[in-house]
């Protein structure tokens, strides 16, 4: 006969027990309601989407389908470019495309919650405008320019919009290997083309460079390293330069190249200096500007909560607060990092740049 002590033992234990089963399948239900698929929350740049291109040294996948940021899709067409919003339909109407890196792509958030995808939303109410989100996380200007040589301008887009960021002198990434030596043979370009115009120190300069792009040592180490009046020359080889020709060759399809000036998070006096110099470039040419400096106010680093030390140790409570950590950024702050918009920031680049387009006649007749 169990003793009546031994039967309560059971009894508690199987509580426990069952208690356990019930949290593990309550955790496991909300996973799958709020619908995370990436239980490491990787940025982009973590998952693979890239295939090697000699022209540009790198393109997103066609037909790639993954999932970062816990619960971001990450869907490409057979183009590569972005799927989730309006990806050209011949004969539908005037044609939108945004070109640039990371915060042109809309990382961390969905494709409808991108700049792009919202912007499209915010015109259509207007025209059936069609948007093509052809950003490629970790681009450069150099490797823009030869993307939109390559595959946007035979498009003929009507508008093509391309965003500035802080470290667009040097892509932030090279997964093949391939991307400095792109960028050498942009600079050697430029020594074939204008070398006669450039003065003694800065034809040094170029040639510094190109040899630090085709050495084996890391490479944004020594940009960093180098004098302010050194960087800015090559900002402006590398930054500069190609975007202005961008501008040209937009222009020469018979469309519009608008620059977005969008800022880091915090100020950055270097990345403000640099944005207005292009900016006059790029009006200059005959390109139009967006400087969304005024809209985003000064963020100050998140202040993080300390969480109980048991949290990390059940992984499903740590992602899930995770999860909702993320989403309450993009309801309450204009930037999910330091430099990426959130939900609501990428909705006020949105109604700026549909302002400015609709403030003329922005499409073919």
């Not at 509580?15 to 799958?32: D, H, Y």
């Not at 700026?352 to 007749?365: D, E, F, I, K, Q």
Request: overall charge neutral; glycine content about 10%.
């Amino acid at each position: 006969m169990i003793s009546n002590g031994f039967g309560r033992s059971i009894l508690v234990v199987g509580g426990v027990l069952a208690s356990g089963l019930l949290c593990w399948i309550a955790l496991a239900v909300t996973e799958a309601v709020v619908g995370i698929r990436d239980p490491e929350f990787r940025y982009e740049n973590q998952i693979g989407m890239w295939i090697p291109d000699a022209r540009v040294g790198f393109i997103n996948e066609p037909n790639f389908d993954a999932f970062a940021w816990g619960s971001v899709e990450v869907r490409t067409d057979e183009h590569g470019f972005r799927v989730g919003i309006g990806n050209r339909s011949p004969g539908r109407g005037p044609l939108v495309v945004g070109i640039g890196d990371s915060v042109m792509w809309g990382t961390g958030v969905s494709a409808g919650e991108s700049l792009l995808g919202q912007l499209e939303a915010q015109l259509r109410e207007d025209a059936p405008v069609e948007v093509i989100n052809a950003g490629v996380v970790g681009y450069s200007s150099v490797q823009e320019l030869r993307f939109l040589e390559q595959f946007i301008v035979s498009l003929e887009p009507d508008v093509v919009l391309l965003n500035f960021c802080h470290n667009d002198l040097m892509a932030s990434e090279d997964p093949f290997d391939n991307v400095r030596e792109i960028h050498a043979t942009y600079l050697e370009e430029v020594l074939a083309h204008r070398g006669d115009a450039l003065e003694t120190d800065a034809r040094s300069g170029v040639q510094q460079m190109i040899s630090r792009l085709r050495s084996t040592a890391p490479v944004w180490p020594q940009i960093n390293a180098m004098r302010p009046t050194e960087r800015d020359a090559m900002m402006r080889l590398l930054v500069d330069r190609p975007i202005i020709q961008m501008v040209s060759l937009v222009r020469a399809s018979g469309g519009r190249l608008v620059l977005l000036i969008i800022p880091p998070r915090a100020v950055d006096k270097e990345y403000s200096r640099s944005a207005r110099r292009l900016s006059r470039g790029v009006r200059a040419e005959g390109g139009e500007v967006i400087d969304l400096t005024p809209h985003f106010a000064f963020e100050p680093p998140l202040q993080l909560t300390k969480e109980p030390g048991w949290i990390p140790r059940v992984a499903a409570i740590a992602r899930i607060l995770r999860w909702r950590g993320i989403r309450a950024t993009h309801d309450q702050r204009d930037f999910v990092d330091s430099v990426h918009p959130s939900r609501r920031g990428n909705g006020v680049i949105a109604t700026r740049v549909a302002s400015h387009l609709r403030a003329a006649h922005w499409w073919r007749p």
